[in-house]
């Protein structure tokens, strides 16, 4: 986001096909130990009420349709946060016959059916740290500057 967002973000949280580690990883960063609620994070049970959704896991070819449903229900502008290897590119799912990968290929079918995407903020690790989570949400929110370039190299 380019300016500072000082609200409450809203996210719905979604699997979409992995083992569960970075789900356990984002309910550990609502604890009272790493504390996502003094940043404004909520979770919301639906995502027509969310401005930001959080996808863990490489996206199955079984749960393709209620993804790309979920991220249409979502009002703009919407935001995604891909978390983990598995939700940022695949993981060692990347190539599977019952997976199209990560949030990149995800970002093709979205575009092919005219839904369109206003950000996307990737989170690696394998499980990603709720520190990290934490650190994703800042920078949503503007309080971090971003530690990296904004080109990602992909290798075809």
């Known amino acids: 986001m380019s300016e500072s967002v000082k609200r409450s973000i809203w996210v719905y949280h979604l699997n979409t096909g992995g083992c569960n580690a970075c789900d356990i990883e984002v309910l550990d960063a609502l604890t009272p130990w ?12 639906s995502p027509r009420q969310a401005d930001v ?43 599977t016959y019952s997976t199209i990968g990560g949030v990149r290929e995800l970002l093709k079918v979205l575009e ?6 206003d950000g996307v903020y990737y989170v690696p690790g394998c499980p990603v740290r709720p520190e990290s989570v934490l650190y994703a949400v800042a920078l949503f929110k503007g309080l971090v500057e971003k530690k990296v370039k904004s080109e990602v190299a992909y290798s075809e």
Not at 34 to 45: C, M, S, T, Y
Not at 112 to 117: D, E, F, N, S, T
């Open 112 to 117: 092919a059916r005219g839904v369109k995407v």
């Open 53 to 95: 959704i959080l996808l863990t896991g490489p996206v199955t070819i079984e749960a393709l349709p209620k993804v790309v449903n979920a991220i249409e229900a979502m009002p703009r502008p919407r935001y995604i946060i891909a978390l983990g290897s598995c939700g940022v590119g695949g993981g060692i799912w990347h190539d």
């Open 34 to 45: 790493f504390d996502a609620e003094r940043f404004g994070v909520k979770l919301v049970p």
